[in-house]
């Protein structure tokens, strides 16, 4: 049910932007999902992070990430604060009282690149893998396709915590082409200049 609710390619090229993500589940499902969406001018990205594990948590999940394409869909649009509150009504109208689901949205002006974005209380990074370094690993990955960056990182969660994983692990990663003009020369599918030397294998 968790693995339904995620898009159906992790990886997605445009001439504007390339997003890439990858949900590492924890022992037991714990809710995570990450979804994205590519319109004519803007990118729209959500983290969300369903409370508590099994069932109960994939529902939650299910009934708020829909709730959040519906309101994409909706021909006047919304802005992320609307869209969260929207997301936020459906929730409370459906889910028990103790039940609750923490996210962040994302939009991306493509042409320019300017990103708003809505935490709706998400928690702090990492939870039990703050010995990544994230800045140093972003650093040190530029020269990666996004895929290749997700998976490497999902990895060194994986190394810090040992592969016990107390809670799911999911991470996006995207890179803006500057300008919303067709200046990549891709006929279909994904940049080969853009490949890279994996380091997974490292």
Same mark, same amino acid.
């Given at each position: ?12 090229? +445009? ?10 589940? +924890? ?17 729209? *990205?959500? #983290? &969300? ?9 994939? *529902? ?6 829909? %709730? ?12 992320? +604060? ?6 936020? &009504? ?21 042409? %320019? ?42 990895? #060194? ?29 891709? +006929? ?15």
């Amino acid at each position: 049910m968790q693995r339904r609710l995620l898009p159906d390619s992790f990886t997605c090229e +445009a001439a504007q932007a390339t997003i890439a993500g990858w949900m590492e589940p +924890a022992a037991t499902v714990a809710g995570d999902t990450f979804d994205y969406t590519f319109g004519r001018s803007a990118l729209e *990205l959500s #983290l &969300t992070d369903a409370m508590g594990h099994g069932l109960a948590a994939a *529902l939650l999940a299910t009934l708020v990430v829909n %709730s959040l394409r519906n309101v994409r869909r909706e021909p006047t649009g919304a802005d992320l +604060a609307s869209m969260a509150a929207k997301a936020n &009504t459906v929730m409370n109208k459906h889910a028990n009282p103790e039940q609750f689901v923490t996210g962040l949205l994302l939009r991306v002006d493509l042409p %320019s690149g300017e990103v708003s974005a809505v935490n709706a209380g998400h928690v702090p990074f990492y939870r039990n893998a703050t010995r990544v370094d994230l800045s140093a690993e972003l650093t040190a990955t530029t020269h990666l396709h996004p895929r290749e960056v997700v998976q490497y990182l999902t990895r #060194l969660v994986r190394d810090a915590c040992d592969d016990q994983l107390q809670d799911d692990a999911t991470v996006l990663c995207l890179d803006w082409h500057r300008g919303s003009g067709p200046e990549r020369s891709v +006929a279909s599918g994904a940049n080969p200049t853009r490949a890279s030397a994996s380091l997974l294998g490292r």
